[in-house]
């Protein structure tokens, strides 16, 4: 079975830093692009960053970038998310999500979702 | 910035009944569009990509629509468990993908 498990959520004082991680398993996880996407509690969804499968391309919402940094190990299944300057307004749920394409490069959705990890910034 | 507007914020409607959700892009998003249903507590699930197209497992009463700028997801017959939250997702703005505010869909 897929599964998706994030983990290092807390809270933090902003200009801080937290290290979130997914752990994935069941399926072949140097295949696919992966990304984060975030939800504030009771809001919608928001796209955050998206790495290829080398990890050799990376992109970021305008919001983080410059703070925060993507990265991947294939021979360990996990994707980490370093989080540094934080500020209120990154407080969220953050989920991992498997992002799959029909074939097309630049046009990938999320297919399976981890049941995320909350990050609070508050002093 | 692609900007993703979904009607409307809320919907009711009764058990066994047609829902209706719509979706509009500010720009054309070609079929490059996936809607997901999110559950309180849950993450969101993928129901529909390329506008069109059932996820694996969905049921056949999801049924998804539209190109361009204008989509809409049906619910043919409404079960308990399709009242929660809708997510239309725009994957054509190559890397900047952005997601709708979410319908609402709520028991009448």
């Known amino acids: 079975e897929m599964q998706l498990v994030e983990s290092g959520g807390n809270l933090v004082q902003p200009g801080g830093s937290l290290r979130l991680s997914c752990a994935a398993s069941?399926?072949?996880?140097?295949?696919?692009?992966m990304s984060w996407v975030r939800q504030v509690p009771g809001k919608g969804l928001e796209w955050v960053a998206i790495i290829k499968q080398d990890g050799s391309e990376k992109y970021y919402v305008g919001s983080v970038k410059g703070r925060f940094t993507l990265s991947r190990d294939n021979a360990k299944n996990s994707l980490d998310l370093q989080m540094n300057s934080l500020r209120a307004e990154d407080t969220a749920v953050y989920y991992c999500a498997r992002s799959f394409s029909s074939g097309w490069y630049g046009h990938y959705y999320f297919d399976h979702w981890g049941q995320g990890t909350l990050v609070t910034v508050s002093s | 910035e692609i900007v993703m507007t979904q009607s409307p914020a809320t919907l009711s409607v009764s058990p066994g009944e047609r829902a209706t959700l719509s979706c509009r892009a500010s720009q054309s998003v070609s079929n490059y569009l996936a809607w997901y249903q999110q559950r309180p507590g849950q993450p969101p699930r993928l129901l529909i990509y390329?506008?069109?197209t059932r996820a694996t497992g969905i049921p056949a009463r999801f049924s998804g629509s539209g190109s361009g700028t204008h989509f809409t997801l049906t619910i043919s017959s409404l079960q308990s468990e399709d009242f929660a939250v809708y997510y239309c997702?725009?994957?054509?703005?190559?890397?900047?993908?952005?997601f709708g505010q979410g319908t609402k869909l709520e028991i009448k």
């Open positions: 069941g399926f072949s996880f140097s295949n696919y692009w």
């Open positions: 997702q725009q994957y054509n703005n190559w890397p900047l993908y952005t």
């Open positions: 390329g506008a069109s």
